[in-house]
Structures are given as C-alpha cells and as structure tokens.
C-alpha cells in the first residue's frame, strides 16, 4: 500500500456490510416460512429490522452522516427495501 494512502472502504465498514449480507440472508430465510406468503413476510420483516437498527444507532450515539457505516445506513437500506417490497408486493 502507498504510504498515506486511505483505504476504499473503513475497516468497520466492512463489518456492517457483512452485518447486512447476513441479517438479509436470515431474514429471506425467515420469510420463506412465513404463514402470509413471502413479501408480506419479507416486508414486515426488514420493517422491523429498521426500527432495530435506528434504536441501536440512537442508543450507541452513532453520527448520522459519518465516514464509515453505522446503524443509521443499515436502518436506511432495510427502510428502501421494506419500501421496495411493498411497492411489488
């Protein structure tokens, strides 16, 4: 690596696009057996992961618009999704 040069991605912003890889991998999981079919499942249940997310970033005092991922971006993918899945659905 050149020295002083940053990197592409902040290392804990790694860990919250895992984070997200694999709560949307559980959650299609979930979803799959829910009892109202897949989207309405699906949905409710990336609604719910939202309302997760923003109480954890407001309880650990996150930035809202920081360098790096946080809770606040992982409540705001969750919300666009739950938003996209309804429109389908």
């Known amino acids: 690596m050149i020295?002083?040069?940053r990197p592409v991605i902040p290392p804990h912003s790694c860990q919250v696009l895992?984070?997200?890889?694999?709560?949307?991998?559980?959650?299609?999981?979930?979803?799959?057996?829910?009892?109202?079919?897949?989207?309405?499942?699906?949905?409710?249940l990336l609604a719910l992961?939202?309302?997760f997310c923003t109480v954890t970033g407001a309880m650990r005092r996150e930035p809202i618009f920081g360098?790096?991922?946080?809770?606040?971006?992982?409540?705001?993918?969750?919300?666009?999704?739950?938003?996209v899945v309804w429109s389908v659905v």
């Open 3 to 5: 020295q002083g040069a």
């Open 18 to 44: 895992f984070r997200i890889l694999f709560r949307l991998v559980l959650l299609i999981t979930f979803a799959t057996f829910g009892s109202q079919g897949f989207g309405k499942s699906f949905a409710t």
């Open 49 to 51: 992961s939202a309302v």
């Open 67 to 83: 360098p790096a991922l946080t809770h606040w971006d992982e409540a705001a993918i969750y919300a666009l999704g739950d938003h």
